[in-house]
């Protein structure tokens, strides 16, 4: 433990530049709430790092080495908002809803909607990749059972008599100077196989090394990525997925051979990076209502077919609706050069766009940034084709004397297709094709 006030260490000001300062007042908020009853309390994780770095970081995490449920309770009855528990682990979630900003006195869009509270514990794994058992202990332990030596730094808040304090137990703030990720122990990934996911992340994130052993032992237990259940894969899949250099990532592990593992068919395209900066930056022609987060799966997927995406999707657990949307996607990948074919009728593509869902759409346009036809396709259906009717119905055809059945939709998707093919104009034309199309047995 580090003998110096943390204000010595890095500034008197540091915790506002990081978290802003009014994220700054909540935590004194909640540092109070502990030393009323002089509850041993600390802020953990990813914000005392970046303090360290001087990052930009909104993640309030803390441990009690006491109850911290009944903590985050309190808090809770005083301040507002709402608790949910997870007492096999000893944590709550702490969410900002409601009066709570209001009652707290903070801006609501300046603050942390959601503030994680655990007890401090030590962990035991029955098996690789297991859940842990937990058991409750002391801050130290609590420190030595996380995954890599950045991540084990603590700002003790309460009592009062010590805050400020910075607990360095591993090592944390050399290998935050070194600029490496390291492991605490060679059980680590065996253990945790998601780490391996999170040490991409990190090291991509803050430009670090891997530390040559950790690296080691990384790819070891690569492997035992298969016996991580799709839950806990897809989770860290949409954490990558948020970091600004997301694409970097899955490269890096796709180059690691972790995506193989994840399932033999997971690849992603060489230009993944400029594929998602696309969802960020770049609008359709159309006014997308499309959820970015959906296509940025379905640009993730595009490399493999659609039989291989729906697969990778049910080893994710991934819900039937963005299931959906990732197949469909790499159907329009197989359709490519149709798609992208000038000479081929706007037909045959709305044949195959009807009944899609708008991100896999979304995404294939963006995926076709290099083939205009197959965009301009793309674009005619979204803003003309998909509305596109005839100007007869059902009571038309009845009123001829057509007996109703399967034949009225052959007939008016005839109709509807030689109005988005330019056969037919008007409804005169439309008439005239109509009799054509009965004279034919259609």
Known sequence: MSKKPFAQLVGRNAMRQVVG?????LVDRIAGGAQVNKRSLYLVG??????????????????LETDAIGF???????????????????????TLDGSAPEMLGLPAHEIPQHIDFARARSEAYSEPAALPIVVPADIKSDLRRRDFTLNTLAIQLSPAAVAGRLLDECGGLND?????IRVLHERSFIDDPTRILRAIRLSVRLGFAIET???????AALPLIGRLTGQRLFNEIKLSLLEPNAGEIFLRLQDLGALGYIHPAFRVNADISEL???VRESATPWKAAADKKTVECCLLLAAVGADEADAICQRLNLSRTLTRSITAC???????AMLGDAESPPSQAARLLDGLPEPALHAAWLLFADSPAAQ???????TTWRRQKASINGGHLERMGIPPGPRYKRILDALRFAWIDGEVNSPEEEALYLSDLLSADV
Not at 21 to 25: F, I, R
Not at 46 to 63: A, E, S, T, Y
Not at 72 to 94: C, I, M, N, Q
């Open 21 to 25: 300062a009014p994220a700054a007042a």
């Open 376 to 382: 301009d396709k793309l674009t005619s259906y979204m």
């Open 46 to 63: 990813g914000v005392p790092r970046d303090i360290i770095l001087k990052l930009p970081n909104q993640d309030l995490d803390f441990v």
């Open 72 to 94: 985050a309770d309190e808090l809770a009855a005083r301040y507002g908002g709402s608790v949910l528990a997870h007492k096999p682990f000893g944590t709550a979630v702490w």
């Open 213 to 219: 052993e950790t690296d080691g032992l990384m790819r």
């Open 330 to 336: 790499a159907r329009l990948m197989g359709a490519a």
């Open 276 to 278: 998602l900066t696309r």
């Open 176 to 180: 935050l100077q070194s600029g490496l």
